[in-house]
Each structure stands twice: as structure tokens, then as C-alpha cells.
């Protein structure tokens, strides 16, 4: 429900506008004894940069100040502003101080998502009422977060979450591998990369069906799972070959000729590197170092590195590993 506030506005007295004994604001009042002497607040409407200024040079003058600003915050368009014209000058350095100096300031009542329903009396004396807006939200506990946003019952329809179901099935005989797994690694969250170091080694890539049951087993969501197997190199999602080749790319491999080793092997495997071959025998890869910068230009296949390979010995190398 709106909650109303109304708010007596009547004009301070001091040496503001309206404390001269006219009327008129113009400051030329004659101060006649039958002049009305004006006491009260101050009403600004609009929280931009022009009723912040407004409400800070009143409060200076010793006025009591209600900043009424339909939106949610103050700051109005130069807050969403790059440079202001013609200076150039940053509009957030400009504002973002004021904006600080408003809200701390005790002689001013900043009524964010309000607005003037109504307005009464005459100059000097004016009654105000507004309505405020409800936020469903504390201002006081607001990080900025946007969690709300994503959530709010007025913009959302709230839903549940249905608990987690792994999409395709397994065998008999590889849910009973992965119990097992479970069994020798365990169940706690530390497990999950020497269970995935295994399923990767035995499988030779991290299938999707078993990824989804140690996501339910684990209780580890499928999404923290995938960034783990992602950020790693040496898992892969997809079927990789018998053997790996890594070509290293470093600087002392690359002047002494591995651009061409990866070049003969592309051609000599019929593969991009990155792919593997249709027999499934070899998976080409490149590195942007091995360790071994002495011995360049370096090669790595199931994990024997080879050094000062000459394009001449590639094949001979390769026939090591069938």
C-alpha cells in the first residue's frame, strides 16, 4: 500500500526569499510591521543536479529541506552522463560529491519514489502531501546487488527450482564404475578432481552422461563442474586420440622450426591442430612451452618429449606409437 506523508511548507525565516516581508520573493519587501513573518520548510521537487544544488545552498541557509524525487535515486540525467559541455569535465567527479554531501546532510530529507499529490495554501504557507512508493526492499541493508530485480513477485512470477535430473542414462556396468570410484575417492567436494583425473584417463575425454551423475552424486552443481573441466587443459570434453601430440610453440621452438613440424604433421595426419584423427590414434595439440627450450624444436606424444626433431623423423617417431 502507498504511504502518504504530508509535509507543512512554509517559507524560513533568515535571510532566505521569503523572509523579507514580500511576498513576491524579490527581496525588496519594506519589512512593515503588518508583514507576515514566514517560518517552515522547504519543498524541492525533483531530485537532479539543479534540486541538489537547491537543497544544499538552502540547507546552508539554515532551512529545513524535503528533496522529493520520483525515481528511485537522486542524480537525475547528469548521473548517467560521460562529459559535460563545454568543459568537458567528468560528470560523476562533478556530481558524485554532492551527491554524498546531500545524503549526509541532517537538514535534508531526500523522499526517494515520491511524488506531490497535492498542493494547498498559498505562497509562504503551502500544504504538501506525498505519496511515497513502496520499495520491498530495506535502503538501509541495499548493496546494489540486483538479486531483487531478478526476483521481484511485481516483474517475476517466482518459481521453484526443480531439483536436478541427469539427462541420459548409464549402463549397469559404468554406474557400478562410478559407485566405485566413489567409493575409493569418496564423497566429498576435494574428490572431484582426482575422480575426473580418472574418468578422463580411462575414457580418454570426460563424457557428458557421467559428468551429470557425479554432479548428482556429489552434490556438486553440473555448472562448477564444467568450470573446473574447462579451465584445466588436461581434461577434455570430446573423444581425443590414443596418443597426444604436443607441438611446442615457444619462442625457442617456433625460430628453430616447429611452425613446420605442426605444418607436416597437419598434412601427414589429414588434421587441424586441435582435432583428431578418424582412427582415433593420434591427437594433435599445440603448446606455448614444454620445458625444454634446449632441446628445440621439441615434441611431446604421450607424454615422451622429444627434442631437435628433424621434419625427416617424424614419421619414424610416429611409428613408435601405433
Known sequence: MSLEQAHKASPTTGNGPLANGNRNGNGNGNGSADSEQLTGAVLVCGGGIAGIQASLDLSAAGYRVYLVEESPTIGGSMARLDKTFPTGDCATCIISPKLVECM???????????????????????????????????????TGCGDCWQACPVRNVPQTTPPFQPGLS?????TA??????????????????????????????????????????????????????????????????????????????VRGSGVLLERLEAELGISAGGTDQDRRFTLRTVRCIGCCALAPAVRIGGVTFGNVKLDKLTEILEQFP
Open 104 to 142: 549526509r546532510d541532517y537538514n535534508i530529507d531526500v523522499m526517494t519514489m515520491a511524488d506531490v499529490t497535492r498542493l494547498e495554501g498559498e505562497a509562504g504557507h503551502f500544504k504538501v502531501e506525498v505519496r511515497k512508493r513502496p520499495r520491498s526492499v530495506d535502503p538501509g541493508k541495499c
Open 170 to 174: 548409464l549402463d549397469r556396468e559404468e
Open 177 to 254: 564404475w562410478i559407485e566405485d570410484l566413489l567409493v575409493r575417492h569418496g564423497r566429498e567436494r576435494a574428490a572431484l578432481i582426482p575422480i575426473l583425473q580418472e574418468v578422463n584417463d580411462q575414457r580418454r575425454y570426460l563424457p557428458r552422461a557421467i559428468l551429470e551423475h557425479l554432479s548428482l552424486r556429489l552434490l556438486i552443481p553440473l555448472a562448477e563442474i564444467l568450470h573446473v573441466v574447462s579451465f584445466y587443459n588436461a581434461f577434455s570434453l570430446e573423444p581425443v586420440g590414443r596418443h597426444l601430440i604436443e607441438v611446442c610453440l615457444g619462442t625457442a621452438c617456433f
